[in-house]
């Protein structure tokens, strides 16, 4: 019982953190109506761009983030303003294959400064923390408050402000958002940066817990799609509720499966999903 | 040299297979697989398994891989006929990952990282040397007759219907076509034909191991078929033999590049079959053979 609820306790903060992907997969999802498979090499370079400023320039870890942030924000913009943004016009199967093409590419400019070599973030050793029988982290505990945070943030730039709004107006009827005013470019172009930043961000605080190299984003891709698609692709609470459950399935699931099944078991979720419930927890009706 | 091309030329005779199973589902019906290195795996695995564990002849092994193609086939669309195809997408990108994670770890089976080795050629030791040669002249003959298949279906009314589905599944569904059925039945289909290259590949080169079914396998064929023209099975065959070709000449231009690391050797090729795939998405979307519609018959539905 105790190993049962030390692995949901441990499920529910790696659900906190995956939740920053997944949400920026879902976010632009929403806005651009195509799955940018790009989201793990784009986490990938978040990762090192995290790496380089924390190890190379000895930033803070938390500061590293909004380097993260900022770096896949814009590597993810560039990808789709040079290559993607064409796509999209010939259909959603386009875009998607094209966006695997522009991940091959990103990986392996990764793979070509960096090699294959693991790395590791430079941070203060620290001992778990015990509350009765259970342990965490503080590293992970950290992260979990990081990722609530900017929750915390986004869920404010989309309630409160006129950029956030727009989005809103955008993902929920593209035709009518037009003819209000509101310039389709300029919010795909945001849509894209901030979900982009988000993936680099979330890329980095899976990171923080292990080490990194180029296909770390590629470990963790499985499991943004299948809370992505189990939240209901799309939807920003979704999201978050998906990561969640993601991230306890995944735990739980590991006390009786090889670890290595950890991504397989994301999978049986999201397969579960669609037979059962296609649209998703919290889905559209027309998905 | 010659026996480097007849080498290559079985290789270019199992994408060629790969490439007419993408064919069929993404330029006839305008469904998505990008897992096909799954599916390749799956029969790969099929056939080698029962013929070395089992000991069961070759030609039983490739039609277990057929049937289990169709099995993965028809579970993978099980869940998700119903949906957008960009939720099939994703969902056969993650089959081949769990496929591969099976393959790593349950040794019992499939022995693992080490992979399978011995699997059993065709005549194999009566031919001797002459193995590789033979061993192209069947793929040939394979590819010829499956090829052959496809383009019944293509200009079948079966194809017509599939492709109708693909301009628009509500037309298609209105004009009393059962949209769901051909979808289905035309990924499985597609699933056993790479199910098969999978099996062949297995008994060419004797050996296989989760790691020879990387993703990247799938971006080549889609590369391929872009090449060389979807919607049509001869440009899928024409796409994976320029495949072929760009990937090994590749190999030979970048080893010229001065004090380059073999790591940085393979992330080069990698950026480059990336960027490839981009330009012809770009600039030639209907390949080097487009699509030719023909009309429809007379007096026939």
């Known amino acids: 019982m105790e190993a049962l609820l030390q692995a949901i306790l441990n499920g529910l903060i790696a659900g906190t953190i995956l939740a920053i992907p997944v949400i920026g997969f879902s976010a632009m999802y929403a806005v651009l109506r195509f799955p940018n498979f790009a989201v793990a090499a784009v986490a990938t370079v978040g990762a090192f761009a995290g790496y380089v400023a924390n190890v190379s320039y000895k930033v803070p870890a938390t500061y590293s983030l909004v380097i993260a942030f900022l770096v896949a924000g814009a590597v993810g913009l560039a990808a789709d303003l040079i290559a993607l943004k064409r796509f999209r016009a010939q259909g959603a199967l386009v875009a998607a294959i094209a966006s695997i093409a522009v991940n091959l590419v990103i990986e392996n400019v990764v793979r070509w400064y960096f090699g294959n070599d693991l790395r590791g973030y430079d941070l203060p050793i620290a001992r ?11 590293q992970q505990l950290e992260s979990m408050a990081l990722a609530l945070l900017i929750m915390i943030a986004l869920f404010l730039l989309l309630a409160f402000t006129r950029t956030g709004k727009s989005m809103r107006a955008a993902a929920d009827n593209p035709d009518l958002a037009r003819l209000k005013g509101i310039d389709p470019d300029r919010i795909a172009m945001i849509a894209t940066f901030i979900g982009m930043g988000l993936v680099g961000t979330g890329g980095m605080l899976l990171g923080l817990d292990t080490s990194i190299d180029p296909l770390t984003g590629f470990r963790v891709v499985l499991s943004i799609f299948a809370a992505a698609v189990l939240g209901g692709m799309g939807s920003i609470p979704g999201a978050v509720l998906g990561a969640f459950m993601i991230g306890i399935a995944e735990e739980v699931a590991a006390m009786a499966l090889s670890p290595t099944y950890k991504t397989a078991v994301g999978f049986a979720a ?5 037979t059962l419930r296609p649209r998703g927890l919290l889905g559209d009706k027309d998905a | 040299m010659l026996s480097y091309l007849v080498f290559m030329g079985t290789i270019g005779g199992i994408y060629a297979l790969l490439a007419l199973s993408l064919n069929l589902i993404w330029g006839s019906v305008g469904m998505v697989n990008l897992g096909l290195a799954g599916f390749f795996a799956v029969g790969a695995y099929a056939s080698a398994i029962l013929t070395t564990a089992g000991k069961a002849p070759i030609p039983l092994g490739l039609l277990l891989a057929l049937v289990v193609g169709v099995a993965a086939g ?11 195809d960009d939720y099939l997408a994703i969902v056969t990108l993650g089959f081949a990952e769990v496929v591969r994670l099976v393959a790593q770890n349950e040794i019992w089976l499939t022995r693992g990282a080490d992979g399978i080795s011995g699997i059993p050629g065709p005549f194999k030791s009566d031919l001797g040397p002459n193995f590789n ?4 002249a069947l793929m040939a003959l394979i590819v010829g007759v499956v090829y052959w298949l496809l383009r019944r279906i293509d200009r079948s009314p079966y194809g017509r219907a599939l492709r109708a589905i693909r301009e628009d599944a509500q037309v298609a569904a209105v004009a009393g076509k059962n949209v769901m059925r051909f979808k289905t039945e035309a990924f499985a289909v597609s699933a056993a034909i790479a199910g098969l290259a999978g099996a062949l590949y297995g008994h060419f080169t004797s050996y296989i191991a989760p790691d020879l079914f990387q993703p990247l396998i799938t971006v080549y064929i889609f590369l391929a078929v872009t090449a060389g023209g979807t919607g049509r099975p001869s440009g899928g065959l024409v796409g994976a033999f320029l495949v072929v070709f760009f990937l090994e000449s590749m190999r030979f231009a970048v080893e010229v590049l001065p004090d380059v690391s073999p790591l940085r050797l393979a992330a080069l090729r990698e ?4 960027l490839a795939l981009l330009l012809v998405l770009r600039l030639r979307p209907q390949g080097l053979l487009p699509e ?10």
């Open chain 2, 74 to 84: 028809l579970l993978a669309t099980f869940s998700t006929k119903r949906l957008r």
């Open chain 2, 292 to 301: 030719t519609i023909r009309p429809a018959p007379r007096g026939q539905t």
């Open chain 2, 133 to 136: 040669a033979f061993f192209l």
């Open chain 2, 271 to 274: 950026i480059l079959i990336g």
């Open chain 1, 270 to 274: 999201l397969f579960l999903m669609l």
């Open chain 1, 128 to 138: 778990d923390l015990r509350f009765g029988a259970y342990r965490v982290g503080p």
